[in-house]
């Protein structure tokens, strides 16, 4: 079965506090990641809580970047999701992980739109996959 896209799920653990609580800071790394990764920007938010944490998404034409952080545990909860196999995952991951200085990193891949269709009527045709893959 052929699937329409994948959805990378990144932990990245042992962040800077004060990186993960500048919204500007967070919007720069992701919209970064999304630019070297080559993908195609749409628009960006990023939103800064009371008292800490930002969460932001980058909206592509493949899909999104999306993050979540808690500056209290340096942690953050990183989403890429996109159709197809055009972007680069590995360099946006590098990009993310560089920028958060994480000294810790889980990485979670998976298959998206396993349809049950014949093959001529999917144009995205990423292999299937589900993979977890532990990173210190």
């Given at each position: 079965m052929?699937s329409?896209g994948?959805?990378?799920i990144?932990?990245?653990?042992?962040?800077?506090?004060?990186?993960?609580?500048d919204?500007?800071?967070?919007?720069?790394v992701?919209?970064?990641?999304v630019?070297r990764?080559?993908?195609?920007?749409?628009?960006?938010?990023?939103h800064?809580?009371?008292?800490?944490g930002?969460?932001?998404?980058v909206?592509?034409?493949?899909?999104?970047?999306?993050i979540?952080?808690?500056?209290e545990?340096?942690?953050?909860?990183?989403?890429?999701?996109?159709?197809?196999?055009?972007?680069?995952?590995d360099v946006?991951?590098?990009?993310?992980r560089?920028?958060?200085?994480?000294?810790?990193m889980?990485?979670?891949l998976?298959?998206?739109?396993?349809?049950?269709?014949?093959?001529?009527?999917?144009?995205?045709k990423p292999?299937?996959?589900?993979?977890?893959?532990?990173?210190?």
């Open positions: 052929k329409l994948y959805h990378l990144l932990e990245l653990e042992g962040c800077p506090e004060t990186i993960l609580n919204r500007e800071a967070i919007g720069k992701m919209v970064d990641s630019n990764s080559g993908a195609t920007m749409i628009r960006s938010f990023f800064k809580f009371a008292p800490q930002v969460s932001g998404v909206i592509i034409s493949e899909s999104h970047f999306s979540h952080t808690w500056p545990y340096g942690y953050a909860a990183v989403d890429i999701f996109t159709c197809g196999d055009q972007i680069d995952m946006a991951v590098e990009v993310i560089a920028g958060l200085k994480a000294d810790g889980q990485k979670m998976l298959s998206r739109g396993m349809l049950d269709l014949p093959d001529e009527m999917i144009r995205h292999e299937p996959c589900l993979r977890l893959v532990p990173e210190t």
